[in-house]
């Protein structure tokens, strides 16, 4: 049995006055929790130093630096690191990444328990759209503040496990899973911001957006035979209200464990990473079933083409 006891640590709203010294101490608490039931790894959400800045648009650089992190860890985000490394805790955690050469990625790390980084993923799938829009209820503009991630899917050894790392809109993506499931993926750690609402389409209901969560978390992990821990920055921030409902799902896609709040919460779990051996080397043993002769479309082309070569 490798079992590793995994902390995660949804987060309530971060609202647009709070310091990083604000934030960061609610990390600090959360791990504080973590210690106390033993976790081995915390997972931290999608952006989880701020706000969701993207629903704001900004094209002023000073406004937008301040949600941008030059340095991980940097001077304020360091006690994180600390904190963590003294208790021996393993830590995931999402950020606006600003690289010495002026790139800004979604960005999520993860340490070892001893605080050194040892993986790193930048969201391939950004949600939303590039300009202002006014038909829109709200803005999700990660495309007008993010350039698309550029380090691929990468799966890394942590705590004698194969772990990867997804952000929010990617879990939607099954290619995305699958591109980790080929390098063997036993735990997939993910954060999100999920708007309650959908800003383009006013009757669709917050539990149809939990469900489309969850479903695309559960497919994730069943169909490659891996854990997923799945975890919010949920509530309410400046007014608007995202979901939180973080899970912790097992290789055989079931729910083992979910928040009960939509506040800072730790959902701890012991999870068995060898779980993941039995439906890798049966009906998802890729090597014997995969069939990548009649799967060329998947790379060769985005959108539509109907068979009589119309798109859409
Ligand atoms: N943060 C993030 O990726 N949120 C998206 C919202 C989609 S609506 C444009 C998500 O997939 O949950």
Request: glycine letters at 10%; a negative charge; aromatic letters at 8%.
């Amino acid at each position: 049995m490798r079992q590793i006891v995994i902390g995660a640590a949804q987060m309530g709203g971060i609202q647009k006055a709070e310091t990083r010294a604000q934030v960061v101490a609610r990390l600090l608490a959360l791990l504080d929790d973590a210690a106390q039931a033993g976790c081995d790894l915390v997972v931290f959400p999608e952006l989880c130093l701020t706000t969701f800045f993207p629903r704001w648009y900004s094209e002023d650089p000073a406004e937008i630096e301040r949600w941008f992190e030059p340095d991980m860890p940097g001077p304020e985000t360091r006690p994180v690191f600390e904190s963590a490394a003294e208790k021996g805790i393993a830590i995931s955690l999402g950020y606006a990444e600003l690289t010495p050469d002026g790139h800004r990625f979604n960005t999520q790390i993860m340490t070892d328990q001893s605080g050194q980084i040892v993986g790193k993923y930048r969201k391939i799938h950004l949600p939303g759209h590039g300009a202002f829009d006014p038909e829109r209820s709200f803005q999700h503009l990660e495309k007008h503040y993010f350039e698309p991630g550029d380090l691929g899917f990468p799966v890394f050894r942590n705590l004698d496990t194969w772990m990867g790392m997804l952000i929010c809109n990617d879990r939607r993506w099954p290619e995305a899973y699958r591109e980790m499931g080929l390098q063997g993926v036993e735990l997939v750690c993910l954060g999100y911001n999920t708007p309650s609402a959908n800003s383009q389409n006013a009757s669709e209901s917050a539990d149809l957006r939990q469900f489309h969560s969850d479903l695309s978390v559960q497919a994730g992990a069943y169909q490659n035979s891996t854990w997923v821990v799945s975890v919010a920055k949920g509530g309410v921030e400046d007014g608007h209200h995202m979901i939180a409902g973080s899970v912790i799902v097992d290789p055989n896609g079931q729910i083992v464990a979910r928040t009960k709040t939509e506040a800072d919460e730790l959902l701890v779990h012991a999870c068995d990473m060898d779980a993941t051996r039995f439906g890798k080397e049966s009906v998802f043993d890729f090597k014997r079933h995969r069939r990548i002769e009649h799967y060329g479309r998947i790379t060769r082309q985005t959108g539509v083409i109907h068979p009589d070569g119309s798109e859409g």
